[in-house]
């Protein structure tokens, strides 16, 4: 039985009928394109795990070997975000590749202003997927908007001969094939697929924490059929990313009413209407979980959600809103359990939100490591080291 604290205002959604579920398995149709020369399938390597997507069908999540598309916004606004992947992928003594020529998704660009049109946008994605096959890693997208963006890419290029067309011909401009992943991956699944190897690796004993898990809008509403779904798991109503880590890590989900809304983020009204966003974050979103679930941490799993729903609570603190709940990523919260070093590699100092008594909570001395820190930082502004290598960081 799945550990959930049930509340009686529980929202559910409807099952999907599997008599209008979608039954075209995509893969099928990339590799007949291929046959055809159109495209080539970049396979997905083995070791994989299989999963199981919403509607039934298998999904391969590769263990290894992987080409990690990055997220802007988690580089620029949450690095330990990106940090605490690299760190779980070195923690289990995986090969994987830290491109330096990846480009950003431009998904902002097309989901906030529509400025640009679907060839540029496929062809941005796709000399993303064509760098990955050249260097022979599997593409692990970490932004939950790029992953979203890129399956309606693939969608668009599968299904449209004359886009393919034109994205070929500025491939080819490029000096680059015209390559399309078997299977989208985003960063998350392949923590759900790890999260019984992080469970034997964990370090902190974490049955006294609760977790509240927003799951993210870009993740399981585009392309729906290609999220995770287990049926153990809220009977398979809700997707088990991040909520199947809490239970494997042994935290208890805390549940709550407004699952299924927006973190508040919505790409436009983030640029253009501020207020309305940090009001969505904090009076739909935190404030409703922390009074049917009051939890000790909220986890996610995409850029947007973790900055919107963390860096919003500071305004409604100003006003005495019923906040203060801290949020992070799932990987974040893995690789603390996993004794990961909570400055060096999570990074939690640029969180605005207080995260302390959750460290506590969970055994972890804070006061300790930010004194190492500390240190740390002080050995850069004296010229002994350039930056915090792994080793520094303790993998």
């Known amino acids: 039985m799945t550990s959930i604290i049930p509340i009686e205002s529980l929202r559910m959604k409807p099952r999907p009928d599997p008599a209008n579920a979608p039954t075209i398995d995509i893969r099928e149709t990339l590799f007949e394109l291929e046959a055809a020369g159109e495209l080539i399938v970049h396979r997905v390597p083995e070791p994989y795990v299989e999963v199981m997507t919403k509607y039934g069908r298998t999904k391969r999540i590769p263990e290894q070997m992987t080409w990690h598309h990055k997220s802007c916004g988690q580089c620029g606004h949450i690095p330990g975000y990106s940090t605490s992947i690299f760190w779980l992928n070195r923690k289990l003594g995986f090969d994987y590749v830290d491109p330096t020529d990846q480009t950003s998704c431009t998904a902002w660009n097309y989901y906030a202003s529509a400025t640009s049109n679907a060839a540029a946008q496929a062809g941005v994605a796709m000399r993303n997927f064509a760098a990955a096959h050249e260097v022979g890693y599997y593409p692990l997208i970490h932004c939950g908007t790029s992953y979203g963006h890129y399956k309606e890419v693939r969608e668009e290029i599968v299904h449209h001969a004359d886009l393919r067309a034109q994205v070929r011909d500025i491939m080819g401009k490029l000096g680059k094939e015209l390559v399309m992943p078997e299977e989208i991956v985003h960063y998350s699944e392949w923590v759900h697929a790890m999260r019984h190897r992080f469970a034997e690796l964990q370090v902190y004993d974490l049955s006294n924490v609760t977790a509240s898990v927003h799951p993210a809008c870009h993740y399981y509403k585009l392309v729906q059929e290609d999220a995770i779904y ?22 208890t989900v805390g549940d709550y009413s407004t699952f299924f809304d927006c973190c508040g983020f919505g790409f436009r009204h983030i640029l253009v209407e501020r207020d309305f966003s940090r009001s969505f974050a904090t009076m739909r979103k935190i404030e409703v979980i922390k009074e049917e679930a009051n939890p000790d941490v909220v986890l996610t799993h995409d850029t947007g959600c973790v900055t919107t729903l963390d860096k919003s609570q500071f305004a409604a603190q100003a006003h005495q809103r019923n906040v203060g709940i801290p949020v992070m990523s799932d990987a974040q919260f893995a690789a603390l359990a996993m004794g990961a070093h909570p400055y060096k590699v999570c990074q939690l100092h640029w969180h605005t939100t207080d995260y302390t008594a959750l460290l506590e909570k969970m055994g972890i001395d804070w006061e300790k490591a930010w004194i190492e820190f500390e240190m740390d930082v002080a050995r850069i502004e004296r010229g002994e080291i350039e930056y915090l290598s792994w080793e520094d960081a303790g993998v």
């Open 230 to 251: 287990d049926p153990d798991l809220y009977g398979g109503e809700r997707t088990a990313t991040v909520s199947a880590l809490v239970e494997a890590l042994g935290a």
